[in-house]
């Protein structure tokens, strides 16, 4: 069974860096495209980033030149930087998997940013 789990979020003023991570078990990252996904109160759960087993990441337009994914192989992880944060970056963060044809999720981890 393959299990994700992040960490890393927390409290972060405007303007700041956080880096939240996800550790996966049960399957391979460098199989898998991996993404990061994030849920503000009220609103719909959004794609904040992801990546292909090949390595090629895409962003959305509200993180683009602000946010970057990138993969640990050794420990079988993925890490979001977020640099430059802003109020509206708040939310929860999740981190999915796609491999072996199913769509795997983790808990979240809540990213708060004060102004």
């Known amino acids: 069974q393959v299990h994700l789990v992040e960490s890393g979020g927390g409290s972060v003023q405007a303007g700041g860096s956080l880096r939240v991570s996800c550790s996966v078990s049960?399957?391979?990252?460098?199989?898998?495209?991996m993404a990061w996904y994030r849920q503000a109160p009220g609103k719909q759960r959004e794609l904040v980033a992801n990546?292909?087993?090949?390595?090629?990441?895409t962003y959305a337009d509200s993180v683009k030149g602000r946010f970057g994914v990138s993969r640990d192989w050794r420990n079988n992880r993925l890490h979001l930087q977020m640099d430059s944060v802003k109020a509206e970056d708040t939310a929860t963060y999740y981190c999915n998997a796609q491999m072996r044809g199913r769509s795997f999720w983790g808990q979240g981890t809540q990213v708060t940013v004060s102004s």
């Open positions: 990546m292909t087993s090949a390595g090629i990441a």
């Open positions: 049960g399957g391979s990252i460098a199989l898998a495209t």
